[in-house]
Structure formats: structure tokens, C-alpha cells
């Protein structure tokens, strides 16, 4: 980065901070601290829901999903505007009508305190895992950049956004989010015009989307029903309906962002505008991995796409390391010699060996860093899109790329804290020490947990290296959770015969059973929420009626 980069990375930064700081200077109140007075109108709803989706990962982890995996991951979202309906029909015109700070009050309501804490103490452990992963992918960019110690970069950055987070509550995330997202979608869209733009003349964008079909990257609809495969419209529909469903209706992220409009209306004006924007926005976020999949059939890949997995490399192990360069320079070559007649009958079959053996090389490095150099990241899939960004794109715009991923991190992490510390403080410190929380303020103790929650999101973020993909990483901590708090509320719902004690203890077994599944079995994880969810409302019909039953006449 030269000092263009930095100007507009520190303008585009610092302004949203100002902004939002001085937008919501002053916090008086618990619904003015987590739900901001309530005063969003629906294009706000649509834009703060969609802004905290749209974490860092989303931009980093996504496009290198596309890179390595095609745009199939879609699929992931078919589900999604089927569960905005249910949402707008069943699920926003109760929590409007109860008037609650968390979604968790009114399971109390309905069953019992017991059942209520113990879908506030699902929420708050798989969101402060999914936010420890979240905090990962800034830190990724940090370190590369500076050449940071990765661990170190993880607590400089979590201690930066705690101090954001917990001087401007609600409001400031609200405020924020909305130049954010402007900022978001203006980078992504000058970066997918740039990717575009740098293929050879002889390259336009339709060769583009044929070069990347012939090695199965185009391909987003799979109608085979595989139960161990992750990502098909079986799963996508099936499974990812009740993802969504549980994520929009049960997670406090989400609730806490949606229940902050000015009435139901709002509110459901809102999501219905975010079912309707974000399987368009995934698809182009995918999109732009598959192009620079593409960018990289004429530009040379490096080894591992993290340098400094590199640099140890070329210190430690400098003879294998000599030996993979020639091979990918070998690759390099015969790409750039058949690519010259993109309408080439025989390019199409030499195209495809020569990106297997570039994906082999890339799982021998992998597999080699792994054993050899435990304390660094072997897989590389979430550098993918930041080498792009650091070393191809012009001066100028790689600070404006960095202020893109950064934003969504701030935005994303802020929104998780904030429902993190008003849950902790509603759910479980009022509702069980009622007499400790009277000795501060709401706001007071809502600021603490924010601090709190920050340094446990900072613990989670140190071990996220262990797993593949963050995308993948963060909708699996999702699935082994939400399909049992979703269960809850749907019985809650719509069984009504259903009482605390039969629902306490389904959600229970079902919770058990998913831990198992995940532990020992291949299964899809997408069906982890079909699974969950369909048990507790049958174990619970089914527990209610021996209660029942056996109770005197």
C-alpha cells in the first residue's frame, strides 16, 4: 500500500467512525442502547439487515469459495425468501405485540424461565463462536498487510471494535452500517469491472463464463439428492429454509436489528426487501471468485496464496519450496501457450488437466505446510481474493478494497456484540440476579458485556485457523445450534397444547442428537436444521401427551 491507498482507506474509516459517534452521542436508556428508540424506517430494516450479514468473511471466504468451489455454494440461500415470509407473518407480529428487547422473552411468556435461558445460553454460544470468526478475516487482512503476528492481530483488532461498539450501543451500529454498505457495494462493483477489464483482448466476459464451465465453476443448481453433500437445491431449499428461518426469527443479531423499525410494518417491508436483494448479492460476490479464477488462468498463481506461509517456505524448506516453483511455472507456461484461440476444440481438455494438476500442487503445499509448519495457516482459501486485491489492483483502489472488507468487519462484529452484551443482560442478569444488576445502570452493565463478550470473541477468533473455509466454518456453528432454538419457537407458535417441561426437555435431546451427528457422521450440515427443528416439535407433542396422560383426571 503506498500512501493514496492510505488516504482513502483512513477517510473512508475515520469518517463512518466520526459519523456514527457523533450521530449517537448519548445512550440514556436500555431501548435507546439496544434497540435505538425503535425509529428505523423500512429501507433502514433492509440495508442494517443485510449490513450485518455482510461480515468481512462474506467478501473474503466467498469469493475464494468461488475461486476453489464454483458457484454452487448459492444454493446455500434458495431457502431464504420462503423463511422471510414465515417471518413476516408469524414471527414480527408477536414480538411487536409482547414488546420485547429479545426474542428470548417470549419463551418465558409462552413456557417457562427455564426454557428461555436455555435458548439465550444456544444463542450466546454459537454467535460468540460465529463472532470470534468474524473478527478472523479483518485480522487476516492486518497481518498480511503489516506482516503482523497473525495471534497478535486478532487482539489488536477485537479491542479496536470494543471500544467502537461500546461508546455508541444501537444507534452508532445502525448509523454506521448504512455508509458501510455504501461503501461495500461500490468497491465490490469497481473490483468485479477491474477482474473484467484486465483479461486479454482476445478474452470478453462470455469467454470468461466459459472458460470457468469448462471446469465446473458455473455450475450453481444441483438437483441430485445427496444427503452428505453440502451444497444442492435439496439442501439449499430444504435445509436452508430452516437456517434462515432460524437465524432471521431466533438469533438476537438479527431480531435486535429487525424489531428496531417503527412498527411491524416497517419491519416487515424490510426483510422482505433483504429476501428479495441477497441471493442477487451472494451470486455476484460468488461471480467475482469464479472471474478471478478465470484472472488466474493468465496470470501466474503463487505456490500458497499466503506469504508469509511462503516466506517460511523459502527460509526452512527452500529446496521443496524450489521444487513447486518450477512446477507452477511449468503450469503457468502451457497455460499461456494453448490459451491463445479461446474456440480451440482441444483447449478445453488441456485447460482442465492443467487446472487439476494446479489444484494438486495446491493441496501437496497445503498438506505439507500442515505437517511441517504447524504454527502457520495451511490452507490458503481465504487469501485467495486479498493476494488479488494487494497485488493486481491499481493504487488508490486497494485502499478503497481494504476500507471495503474492514467496513463489513466493523459492521458485522458491532451489530454481534451489541446483541450479545443486551442479551446477556436481559436474559440472564436481570431475569436471574436481579438484586446484583439493581447495583448499576442497564446501560452501565450493557457496556460491560460488550467489553466482556469482546475479549471472549477475541479467544474464539485465536483458534478459527483450524477449519477449511470461514464461509463454511460460520453457517456450520449456525446449523449444530439453530435448528433446536427454532424448534422452540415454532412450537411455541403453533403448538400451543405444548407446555415448558415436554419442550424443555425435546430441545435437549435434539440439541444431543445434532452434537452427535456433527461429531460422527458425514451428513450434510444444511440438515442439521431440518433435523433439530423437527424434533423438538415432535418430542415435545409427543412428551406433552404422556404428561398428560399420566397426570390424575
Not at 124 to 136: E, H, M, S
Not at 304 to 323: G, Y
Not at 388 to 399: D, E, N
Request: charged share 15%; net charge positive.
Amino acid at each position: 500500500m503506498n500512501k493514496y491507498d492510505w488516504l482513502v482507506l483512513c477517510c473512508t474509516l475515520g469518517f463512518i467512525v466520526v459519523f456514527g459517534i457523533f450521530k449517537t452521542k448519548k445512550q440514556h436508556n436500555l431501548k435507546n442502547y439496544i434497540l435505538g428508540d425503535q425509529s428505523s424506517s423500512w429501507w433502514k430494516v433492509g440495508f442494517i439487515v443485510m449490513a450485518t450479514q455482510a461480515s468481512a468473511i462474506t467478501f473474503i471466504s466467498t469469493t475464494g469459495q468461488g475461486f476453489s468451489d464454483g458457484m454452487r455454494f448459492v444454493q446455500f440461500y434458495f431457502g431464504l425468501p420462503l423463511a422471510m415470509i414465515v417471518i413476516c407473518i408469524t414471527f414480527i407480529p408477536i414480538f411487536y405485540k409482547l414488546n420485547v428487547f429479545t426474542a428470548y422473552e417470549y419463551l418465558e411468556q409462552r413456557f417457562d424461565g427455564r426454557t428461555r435461558t436455555f435458548a439465550a445460553l444456544i444463542f450466546l454460544t454459537q454467535r460468540g463462536l460465529a463472532a470470534g470468526i468474524t473478527l478472523y478475516a479483518p485480522s487476516i487482512i492486518l497481518s498480511s498487510i503489516f506482516g503482523w503476528n497473525l495471534q497478535w492481530t486478532h487482539i489488536i483488532a477485537g479491542i479496536l471494535v470494543i471500544m467502537y461498539t461500546v461508546s455508541g450501543g444501537s444507534k452508532a451500529v445502525t448509523q454506521t452500517q448504512l455508509q458501510q454498505l455504501a461503501v461495500i457495494f461500490t468497491g465490490m462493483i469497481i473490483i468485479f469491472y477491474y477482474i473484467v477489464h484486465s483479461f486479454p483482448d482476445h478474452i470478453g466476459f462470455s469467454d470468461a463464463l466459459t472458460i470457468a464451465g469448462w471446469s465446473g465453476k458455473t455450475q450453481a443448481v444441483n438437483f441430485n439428492l445427496d444427503f452428505n453433500d453440502r451444497y444442492n437445491i435439496w439442501s439449499g431449499i430444504g435445509g436452508g429454509f430452516f437456517l434462515a428461518l432460524a437465524y432471521f426469527g431466533t438469533d438476537q443479531s438479527q431480531v435486535q436489528r429487525y424489531i428496531s423499525g417503527k412498527n411491524s410494518t416497517e419491519s416487515r417491508m424490510g426483510l422482505i426487501m433483504n429476501g428479495i436483494l441477497k441471493i442477487p448479492m451472494q451470486m455476484f460476490i460468488l461471480l467475482c471468485g469464479v472471474m478471478l479464477f478465470v484472472a488466474f488462468q493468465f496470470q501466474k498463481t503463487p505456490v500458497h496464496f499466503n506469504e508469509k506461509v511462503n516466506q517460511e517456505l523459502q527460509t526452512h524448506h527452500p529446496d521443496k519450496f524450489k521444487e513447486w516453483e518450477k512446477r507452477n511455472d511449468s503450469i503457468h507456461f502451457h497455460m499461456n501457450s494453448i490459451q491463445a484461440d479461446i474456440h480451440n476444440p482441444e483447449l478445453k481438455s488441456e485447460l482442465q488437466l492443467l487446472n487439476q494438476n494446479r489444484m494438486q500442487l495446491r493441496e501437496e503445499v497445503k498438506s505439507y505446510v500442515a505437517k511441517n509448519l504447524p504454527e502457520q495457516e495451511s490452507n490458503d482459501r481465504d487469501y485467495i481474493f486479498l493476494h488479488y486485491i494487494l497485488h493486481y489492483l491499481p493504487h488508490g483502489f486497494i485502499g478503497l478494497m481494504i476500507a471495503v472488507i474492514l467496513c463489513a468487519a466493523m459492521s458485522s462484529i458491532s451489530a454481534e456484540m451489541n446483541a450479545l452484551s443486551g442479551t446477556t443482560t436481559i436474559d440472564i442478569l436481570k431475569r436471574h440476579f436481579p438484586a446484583f444488576a439493581s447495583k448499576h445502570n442497564d446501560v452501565f452493565w450493557t457496556r460491560a458485556f460488550t467489553a466482556g463478550w469482546g475479549l471472549v470473541i477475541i479467544g474464539f477468533a485465536l483458534y478459527a485457523n483450524l477449519f477449511e473455509n470461514l464461509i463454511q466454518y460460520i453457517n456450520i456453528v449456525g446449523s449444530i445450534f439453530y435448528g433446536t432454538v427454532l424448534g422452540i419457537f415454532l412450537t411455541g407458535f403453533y403448538l400451543k397444547m405444548v407446555k415448558g417441561k415436554a419442550v424443555f426437555y425435546a430441545a435437549a435431546i435434539a440439541q444431543t442428537t445434532i452434537l452427535f451427528l456433527f461429531a460422527f457422521t458425514n451428513l450434510g450440515f444444511l440438515w442439521y436444521n431440518v433435523i433439530a427443528c423437527m424434533m423438538v416439535l415432535i418430542l415435545s407433542f409427543a412428551f406433552e401427551k404422556m404428561l398428560l396422560e399420566k397426570s390424575p383426571a
